[in-house]
Nanobody
Framework: QVQLVDSGGGLVQAGGSLRLSCAAS????????MAWFRQAPGKEREFVAR????????YYADFVKGRFTIFRDNAKNTVYLQMSSLKPEDTAVYYC??????????????WGQGTQVTVSS
């Protein structure tokens, strides 16, 4: 069984920064993919970024390129999402997930509980 625990969300002004964390336990992810998704009220869950655990290759949604960075700490089994230049439209619940190399939520097997990010204008 895998457990993912998201944390780090909060309220920030537009232009500010936040760092989200996702601590994984229950198994190792030496060959897997970790990702961040987000879901705003009334909208579908959307892909934000992913990282291949073993080699660190990353991939981003166009709307976060240059603003968000995903990275991992293998020793801590933790994945991070560093968010900068935040915009009000980044407001959402952010979820980490573990699964396949994909941008589609249904291809991810494990999910964190979500952490709320609110960006005020």
């Amino acid at each position: 069984q895998v457990q993912l625990v998201d944390s780090g969300g909060g309220l920030v002004q537009a232009g500010g920064s936040l760092r989200l964390s996702c601590a994984a336990s229950g198994r190792t992810f030496s060959s897997g993919v970790m990702a961040w998704f987000r879901q705003a009220p009334g909208k579908e869950r959307e892909f934000v970024a992913r990282i291949a655990w073993s080699v660190g290759l990353t991939y981003y949604a166009d709307f976060v390129k240059g603003r968000f960075t995903i990275f991992r700490d293998n020793a801590k089994n933790t994945v991070y999402l560093q968010m900068s230049s935040l915009k009000p439209e980044d407001t959402a619940v952010y979820y980490c997930a573990a699964g396949a190399t994909s941008r589609y939520p249904f291809e991810y097997d494990y999910w964190g509980q979500g952490t709320q990010v609110t960006v005020s204008s």
